[in-house]
């Protein structure tokens, strides 16, 4: 089966750095989309990996290691408004978008 | 660039009453579009992928009559439920896509409530 693995939940403080791993095993990679979801609204894209590597974005930056089938979400200097889901998704080879459940990111003062 | 318009906002409406929501590519050409549910503290469930001029691809347990969608143009894709129940409430979202392996873009959504 196709399958991605995030944390259901993290906390965070104001101010500090966070990570949100993603781990996925699916019939083939064609990418890997991270997207955040406040409460009540719809996803907004944040950032697309298709090469292994960091792809920075001002705070945001996310990592990917095709061959470890990994990749993680970084945020930098926390904000209050940051606290939302963050959905890791990937495409496989059938173009087929693969969600995993997200990641519920609480942010503390 | 890459604006998705999803209306209406909100349905509030009595049980039996078919309702249809419109989603728009506003600023490029979506050969596919997507329809999602989304339940209170739950994941996205894709309901249906659409490709202009064709029929919708439906996922398992969606019920093709329940949920028609008409994708008619390259901007324009639309999603009726019919005679819809109390248990058809949800938060239903749209996206598009111009082309593979592109991020899909969201509609803002549409909370749909059958009283």
């Known amino acids: 089966g196709q399958n991605i693995d995030q944390p259901t939940e993290m906390t965070a403080t104001e101010g500090a750095i966070v990570q949100i791993n993603c781990t996925y095993q699916t019939s083939g990679f064609n990418g890997l989309f991270w997207y955040q979801q406040h409460a009540g609204e719809a996803p907004t894209f944040l950032s697309y990996?298709?090469l292994d590597g960091l792809e920075e974005k001002g705070r945001f930056s996310s990592f990917l290691s095709r061959s470890k089938g990994y990749s993680y979400l970084l945020l930098k200097e926390l904000q209050m408004k940051d606290s939302a889901s963050y959905l890791c998704a990937v495409i496989n080879s059938n173009y087929q978008l693969i969600w995993g459940a997200g990641t519920k990111l609480i942010i503390k003062p | 660039g890459a604006v998705v318009s999803q209306h209406p906002s909100w349905v509030i409406c009595k049980s039996g009453t078919s309702v249809k929501i419109e989603c728009r590519s506003l600023d490029f050409q979506a050969t596919t579009m997507f329809w999602y549910r989304q339940f209170p503290k739950q994941s996205l469930m894709l309901m249906a992928t659409s490709n202009e001029g064709s029929k919708a691809t439906y996922e398992q347990g969606v019920e093709k009559d329940k949920f028609l969608i008409n994708h008619a143009s390259l901007t324009l894709s639309t999603l009726t439920v019919t005679s819809a129940h109390p248990e058809d409430s949800s938060f239903y979202i749209c996206?598009?896509?111009?082309?593979?392996?592109?991020?899909?873009?969201f509609g803002d959504g549409t909370r749909l409530s059958i009283l």
């Open positions: 996206s598009a896509m111009d082309r593979e392996p592109q991020p899909q873009h």
């Open positions: 990996n298709v």
